[in-house]
């Protein structure tokens, strides 16, 4: 294995704002860049994964990388680095950053072609990107404290037979209209809908539902997430009954609680669905609890894996 930790970088460059791993090089996140002929960007033809730092250590660091090689392996294309490499680049780029609490990317587009080869994508090499910048969170944390404001949003998901939702992708024109309906409706966020009017998710979340006790998320139409099986799995230690199946819209509008959850945020009550007041206006009881378990995981170590910053 390379040392990649040894690869060149100005050691007087400022990386506070964030550190990133491109073309074998690290450099100050506000440096990075990728060529316009690479596909990843004029055509979306990229895969990512982003996994958080919390008080100086990863969480789940294995789900997110085992997820990443599937939707790499989904994509049909294969990177000069393994998971291993991969590991020592994303704690390489927190390490150089110093943060403590981070959104670590990690990134594999198609790549460049050569003038004269084929136009064939699978004659193509693969580029992987990384980087480490300061948290972020998908739903403001004074949000997420009132509890999100949501609309269920006309743009329907793009559809899973053409885009994979499992795989974690950029093809975001959906989402990104839908985070317009709800900035036009007064909302805080969205929850789209496939083309059957089921719930899927929204931009950058996964979408659950308490009914009875019982905490519900979508069968599809979603990515897998990994803050989701953190979900489920906070119920089993709870005793929390949770389902995965299909959910109406009418189903989510009359929910006793609504919550979402992401890598950039954790799990993040909701008050209203389309102006429906939740839970007196406040995050519900199970949704609460669920947060603060998960932060609870946080704080004792739980699946962590400390950075170790030299
Ligand atoms: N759904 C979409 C479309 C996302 O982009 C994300 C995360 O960015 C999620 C769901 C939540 O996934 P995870 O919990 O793995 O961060």
Redesign the pocket.
């Known amino acids: 294995m390379n040392d990649l930790t040894a690869p060149a970088h100005q050691t007087d460059a400022d990386f506070s704002k964030g550190a990133a791993f491109c073309n074998g090089r690290y450099v100050p996140a506000g440096e990075a860049s990728i060529s316009i002929m690479d596909w990843g960007f004029g055509k979306s033809d990229v895969t990512y994964?982003?996994v958080h730092v919390w008080g100086g250590a990863f969480f789940r660091l294995d789900?997110?990388l085992a997820?990443f090689e599937r939707s790499v392996a989904g994509l049909r294309m294969s990177l000069p680095h393994d998971r291993g490499e991969i590991a020592e680049i994303l704690t390489q780029c927190v390490r150089l950053s110093g943060l403590r609490e981070a959104y670590v990317a990690m990134i594999a587009t198609r790549g460049v072609p050569l003038p004269g080869m084929p136009r064939r994508p699978s004659a193509m090499q693969n580029r992987f990107y990384a980087y480490a910048i300061p948290w972020i969170d998908?739903i403001p944390a004074d949000v997420q404290e009132r509890g999100a404001h949501l609309i269920v949003a006309k743009t329907p998901r793009i559809a899973p037979e053409s885009v994979d939702?499992t795989i974690?992708?950029f093809h975001?024109g959906d989402?990104v209209r839908a985070m317009f309906e709800a900035e036009d409706a007064g909302a805080d966020n969205a929850v789209l809908l496939d083309s059957d009017g089921l719930v899927t998710?929204?931009?950058?979340?996964?979408v659950f539902m308490v009914k009875a006790g019982a905490v519900v998320s979508p069968d599809r139409g979603?990515?897998?997430?990994?803050?989701?099986?953190?979900v489920f799995d906070l119920c089993d230690d709870l005793g929390i009954p949770w389902e995965i199946r299909a959910i109406t819209a009418d189903e989510l509008r009359e929910a006793d609680e609504i919550f979402t959850?992401?890598?950039?945020g954790g799990v993040m009550p909701a008050s209203r669905i389309d102006g429906t007041i939740l839970s007196n206006d406040r995050p519900g009881p199970i949704s609460a609890r669920l947060k603060d378990t998960y932060w609870q995981w946080h704080r004792e170590g739980r699946d962590a894996t400390p950075v170790d910053y030299g």
């Open positions: 994964d982003v789900h997110h997820r998908v939702p974690k992708n975001w989402l998710e929204g931009p950058g979340f996964n979603a990515l897998e997430g990994i803050t989701r099986q953190t959850s992401t890598t950039a």
